[in-house]
C-alpha cells in the first residue's frame, strides 16, 4: 500500500499507576482479556448481559440477528425507552436527588438538575411537544446553543418516540434547510440564540432563513436564551419555555421496540450530499451505556465532562445518552474555551471539581499555543481520567495533555469512533492499557478490528492499511435515512459485505496497539469536524466566478486539517484577494463557518489525468509542501506541470 506510509515512530509507554489500577472497574490485564475474548467468542452472553443492565420494558428474545446483513436487528422483540433508561430508572435510586446536568453558560451563569429535576424538565418538554402534535416516528430539527435545554429536548424527544435530528449551531441556514427536507421534519427547535465568544448567535434568524420556502413544518418550538429581538410567526412558532411552565411534569415513556429509529444525525462522506445516519434504540443505549462504564471507568462520585457540542454524535452519545444511562454527573458548557480568557475551561475544572475531561485534539493543541501558564494557575487535583476524539492526537500534543493538564496522574484514553459506530470502538481501559501518546491502542469489548489491504488481505504488524471492522456491534448505524442502497455502498461493498470500512487508514504495531491514520476518501477533518471535499467544492462552483474547484486538506498546526480549495475561474472574473475572501465568505454561508476554506489558490485550470480525473494527490502534495507565498492571487501554472506529465508518460 505505497498511498500509506507510516512515519510516526513512537516507543513511549505510560502503564497506569497502582493507585488508578487498584480502584478501576477493570485493573487487571487477564480480566481485560476473558472478558473481550467472551465478547468475541460468545456475543450473545457478552452482550445479552450487558444489556439486561438496563431497564427494559419488555425483555428482548434475541441478541443478534444478523440474517439481514448488512443491517443488524439488535435485542429483537425487547421494549425500551431511551429517556426512561437515562432518567426515569434513576428516580427509585439514590440517585434521585444526585446532580444530572451541571451546566455553565459563557456569560458565567450556572444551572444545575438533579435527575429528579431534570426528569421533571424532559417531561414538561414532551408534553409541549405532544400538544403541539408532535408524535412517534416524526422527524423533528434541533438547531440549539449548548444550553440544559438542548439535552432536555433531544430527550424529550425519545420520551415521546419522535426522531431527533441535531443540527450543530454552527451551520448555515442552507445546510439545515437541506437536513429539514432530507429528513421530513414537522417540527424545529430552536433558541432566540447562544452565546459565544461574547456574542450573541442569532439562532432563530438562521431557521426563520433555513425554512424559506419549506412546507412541511408546522412548529418552531423557540427557547429564549438571550432575549434578543427575534421575528415571530404566530402560526408556527411557541415559546416553549413559556408552554412549559404549565404543562405537567408527568409524561409517561413511549415503549420503543429495540429496533425503532431513535436519531438521525448527519455527517459528510465522500460525495457531496449529507448522509443521515440513522441509530436506533437498543443497541445504541447498551453501546453507550456500556463504553462510558468501562472507558472513563465511571464512579458514582464521578464528575464528568465532555466539551463536544451535543451537535456532534461525541455529545449524542457521551454528554446525554451514555453518562446518564450510568446515573452520572455531567457538566456541560455553552461557550468558547477562550471567553473571557485561554483558562476558562481549567477554571470551571477547579471550579466544579471536574473528575474527568472528554476533550479534542484541536482544543488540545489551541491550549498548547495559547501557554502553560492558564492551565497550571487553576487547580486541577480533581482530575483523574483525560480523554481525546475527533482526530489523530499527535504525540506532542498527547504528552502536553499528559504533563501539563494531568500531571503525569491521569491515564489518557484516545478513543477512535464514527458518528456512524455510535460509540467507541478503539480505545485503551484506562486501568489496564499501558498507553502509547498517538495510538487508540486496543478494540472496545465486541469490537473485531483489522487493518487490510486494497484484497481484504490482513497485513502484518507496522503495515500501513485500511481499517476495517469483522462484524456488526449494538450501536452500529441500521442505515442512511431513505437511502439504504447508498448505505451498503458505502460501508459494505468494498469487500464483499465481510468488513464494515470505516474509510480510516490504520497500522497495527507488534503489540496489537492500532494507529490511526487519518482518513483514506474524500473527507477532510478540521478541528475534529468532518467535511466532505466534494460538498465544498460544490459550494465553491456555485458562485458565479468559478468553473472548477478542487478542495484537499493541508496539515495545520492547531485545526489537524486545514482546507485548500484550487479554484479555476471563468473569462470575467479577475484573481484577487478580494475574490478569494468572497469565496470563502460564500463557502460559510453555503455550508456554515466550519467548512470556510483556509487557502484560496487561482488556477488556469486544474491538472487532470488522461480520463479527465483530477489529480488531487498532487494538489495535496502542493498544498502541503509549499510555503505560502505573500501573494496569495498568483495563478498556478498546472500547464508545466501537465508537460512534465506527458514527458515521464
Ligand atoms: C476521526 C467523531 C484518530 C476518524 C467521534 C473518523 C479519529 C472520524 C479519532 C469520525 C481518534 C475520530 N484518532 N482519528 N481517536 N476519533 N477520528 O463521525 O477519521 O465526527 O473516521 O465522529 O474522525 O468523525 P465523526
Redesign the pocket.
Known amino acids: 500500500m505505497p498511498d500509506i506510509d507510516s512515519v510516526l515512530q513512537e516507543n513511549r509507554s505510560f502503564e497506569p499507576s497502582e493507585a488508578f489500577r487498584a480502584a478501576a472497574r477493570v485493573g487487571d490485564r487477564a480480566e481485560y482479556d476473558r472478558m473481550y475474548r467472551e465478547s468475541i467468542d460468545d456475543p450473545d452472553a457478552f452482550w445479552g448481559r450487558a444489556a439486561r443492565e438496563l431497564p427494559w420494558i419488555k425483555p428482548f428474545d434475541e441478541v443478534l440477528d444478523w440474517s439481514e446483513a448488512p443491517v443488524a436487528k439488535w435485542f429483537g422483540g425487547g421494549q425500551l425507552n431511551a429517556s426512561a433508561v437515562c432518567l426515569d430508572q434513576h428516580l427509585t435510586t439514590d440517585r434521585r436527588d444526585k446532580v444530572a446536568i451541571l451546566w455553565e453558560g459563557e456569560p458565567g451563569d450556572v444551572r444545575s438538575f438533579t435527575y429528579a429535576e431534570a426528569h421533571a424538565e424532559v417531561c414538561r418538554l414532551a408534553n409541549v411537544l405532544k400538544a403541539r402534535g408532535v408524535g412517534k416516528g416524526d422527524r423533528v430539527a434541533i438547531y440549539m446553543p449548548m444550553i440544559p435545554e438542548l439535552a432536555f429536548f433531544v430527550l424529550a424527544c425519545a420520551r415521546i418516540g419522535a426522531i431527533h435530528s441535531v443540527i450543530f449551531g454552527g451551520f448555515s441556514a442552507n445546510s439545515i434547510r437541506d437536513r429539514v427536507l432530507d429528513g421530513g421534519c414537522s417540527a424545529v427547535i430552536t433558541a432566540d440564540g447562544g452565546w459565544r465568544r461574547g456574542k450573541v448567535l442569532p439562532l432563530k434568524a438562521v431557521v426563520d432563513k433555513a425554512l424559506e420556502g419549506v412546507g412541511g413544518v408546522h412548529t418552531v418550538f423557540v427557547v429564549k436564551r438571550t432575549g434578543n429581538e427575534i421575528a415571530w410567526d404566530d402560526a408556527r412558532d411557541v415559546d416553549a419555555l413559556e408552554l412549559a411552565k404549565t404543562a405537567s411534569v408527568e409524561c409517561a415513556p413511549e415503549p420503543m421496540e429495540s429496533e425503532d429509529t431513535l436519531f438521525l444525525l448527519y455527517?459528510s462522506g465522500s460525495t457531496g450530499k449529507p448522509k443521515g445516519i440513522r441509530h436506533t434504540t437498543g443497541g445504541y443505549m447498551v453501546g453507550t451505556y456500556l463504553t462510558t462504564k468501562y472507558v472513563f471507568d465511571l464512579r458514582e462520585d464521578d464528575v464528568y465532562w465532555c466539551t463536544a457540542d451535543v451537535g456532534?454524535?461525541?455529545g449524542h452519545s457521551y454528554i446525554v445518552y451514555g453518562p446518564l444511562a450510568n446515573g452520572a454527573t455531567v457538566v456541560m458548557y455553552e461557550g468558547a474555551p477562550n471567553e473571557p480568557h485561554p483558562g476558562r475551561f481549567w477554571e470551571l475544572i477547579e471550579k466544579h471539581r471536574v473528575t474527568i475531561l472528554y476533550t479534542a485534539p484541536t482544543a488540545i493543541r489551541a491550549f498548547m499555543r495559547w501557554g502553560d501558564e492558564h492551565v497550571t494557575k487553576f487547580d486541577r487535583s480533581s482530575l483523574r481520567l483525560l480523554g481525546?476524539?475527533?482526530?489523530?492526537?499527535n504525540p506532542e500534543a498527547w504528552m502536553w495533555y499528559r504533563n501539563v493538564v494531568g500531571e503525569e496522574r491521569c491515564p489518557i484514553v484516545?478513543?477512535?469512533?464514527?458518528?456512524e459506530t455510535g460509540g467507541i470502538m478503539l480505545t485503551p481501559l484506562p486501568g489496564v492499557v499501558a498507553t502509547k501518546p498517538g495510538s487508540?491502542t486496543l478494540p472496545f469489548f465486541g469490537v473485531d478490528a483489522a487493518v487490510i489491504d486494497e484484497e481484504g488481505n490482513e497485513l502484518g504488524a507496522n503495515l500501513g492499511g485500511l481499517l476495517a471492522i469483522k462484524r456488526p456491534w449494538p450501536a452500529m448505524l441500521r442505515g442512511i435515512w431513505g437511502d439504504d442502497e447508498r448505505y451498503r455502498e458505502t460501508y459494505w461493498s468494498k469487500f464483499d459485505g465481510e468488513y464494515y470500512f470505516?474509510?480510516?487508514g490504520a497500522r497495527r504495531d507488534e503489540d496489537g496497539f492500532f494507529w490511526?491514520m487519518?482518513?483514506v476518501d474524500d473527507v477532510l477533518?478540521v478541528s475534529g469536524?468532518?467535511l466532505s471535499t466534494m460538498e465544498i467544492e460544490s459550494a465553491l462552483v456555485s458562485h458565479a466566478a468559478v468553473v472548477e474547484a478542487a478542495v484537499v486538506p493541508r496539515p495545520d498546526e492547531l485545526t489537524g486539517e486545514a482546507i485548500c480549495a484550487f479554484v479555476s475561474i471563468g473569462p470575467g472574473a479577475v484573481a484577487s484577494d478580494e475574490l478569494a475572501e468572497q469565496l470563502r465568505e460564500h463557502v460559510a454561508t453555503e455550508i456554515g463557518k466550519l467548512a470556510r476554506p483556509a487557502e484560496i489558490r487561482f488556477a488556469d485550470a486544474l491538472p487532470k489525468t488522461r480520463s479527465g480525473k483530477i489529480m488531487r494527490r498532487l494538489l495535496r502534495d502542493i498544498a502541503s509542501g509549499r510555503e505560502i507565498a505573500g501573494d496569495t492571487t498568483t495563478l498556478e501554472d498546472f500547464a508545466v506541470l501537465d508537460r512534465l506529465r506527458s514527458d515521464a508518460e
Open positions: 455527517t456532534w454524535i461525541t481525546s476524539v475527533g482526530e489523530p492526537i484516545d478513543t477512535w469512533w464514527q458518528t487508540a470505516p474509510g480510516d490511526i487519518g482518513r477533518n469536524h468532518r
